[in-house]
């Protein structure tokens, strides 16, 4: 199910759970995050990254790093609306292949 809340995006009941335990900063930083490239501002390799799962869905991955690690939230486009499926706590360089499974599954509920 998808929660509509007051912003130009949307965060998935199971994303919002997903936040639920991260810092109310890095909340603050991925809302900030999200409204510029919403807005059309190009952000840096360092903030944004897009890539393809699976060869067919494009992801678009939210970065934000603070004291206490680096935190991902990962969105994609459901008509003309950016919605946000997947959040985590990064702790390898790599996607995890759990992180993969579970952002293939959301994106299978969406559709």
Sequence with gaps: MIVN??????????????VSSFPRETLDEFELLINRYLSGERLSSKD???FKIDGKN????????????NWRAIAVYL???LVLI???????QQLSEHD??????????LE
């Design 86 to 92: 997947y959040a985590f706590h990064k702790k390898t």
């Design 5 to 18: 809340l007051p912003s130009r995006f949307t965060w998935t009941e199971t994303c919002l759970r997903d």
């Design 100 to 109: 993969k499974n579970s952002i293939r599954r959301r994106i299978r509920r």
């Design 58 to 69: 494009k992801i678009l991955e939210f970065k934000v790093k603070d004291r206490s690690g």
């Design 48 to 50: 944004f990254k897009t």
């Design 79 to 81: 008509r003309t609306r």
